[in-house]
């Protein structure tokens, strides 16, 4: 089942004014996550704008039917950030409940959870 990724493209860290401002941190975020899924089949990404975690950019959210879902913060765009991301959310792909054993984690996303969301219960 697909695991989606939604990046905040509009997400500006801290100093992101003393920078050239050509993209916001989020827009920069979102395309190395982009790069770095590319060629998943379990793993898509989308763009919002805003995640209403403004305080804690760059934000995501790591979702899938049925699973559980999260939101994780506090990212700087770099890379090794959005591999990291993108690994997380391969692994949650190939969970039935979205839970990943935090053995598992990559390093590069710990610390950076902020909410988890349980699945919606199933209509009767
Ligand atoms: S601007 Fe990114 S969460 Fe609000």
Redesign the pocket.
């Known amino acids: 089942m697909t695991t989606w990724i939604t990046i905040?493209?509009?997400?500006?860290r801290e100093g992101w004014e003393s920078g050239d401002m050509a993209q916001t941190d989020?827009e920069a975020f979102a395309a190395l996550i982009e790069a770095a899924a590319d060629d998943l089949d379990a793993v898509r990404t989308r763009r919002v704008?805003?995640?209403?975690?403004?305080k804690h950019?760059?934000?995501v959210a790591i979702q899938g039917a049925g699973k559980l879902n999260y939101t994780l913060?506090n990212f700087t765009p770099d890379p090794d950030a959005a591999q990291g991301v993108v690994a997380y959310a391969r692994m949650h792909a190939a969970s039935e409940t979205g839970q990943v054993p935090f053995r598992e984690w990559p390093v590069a996303i710990k610390g950076h959870f902020v909410t988890r969301h349980p699945p919606l219960p199933v209509d009767e």
């Not at 905040?8 to 500006?12: A, E, L, S, Y």
């Open positions: 905040c493209d509009t997400c500006k989020g704008s805003c995640l209403m975690g403004c950019g760059c934000n913060g």
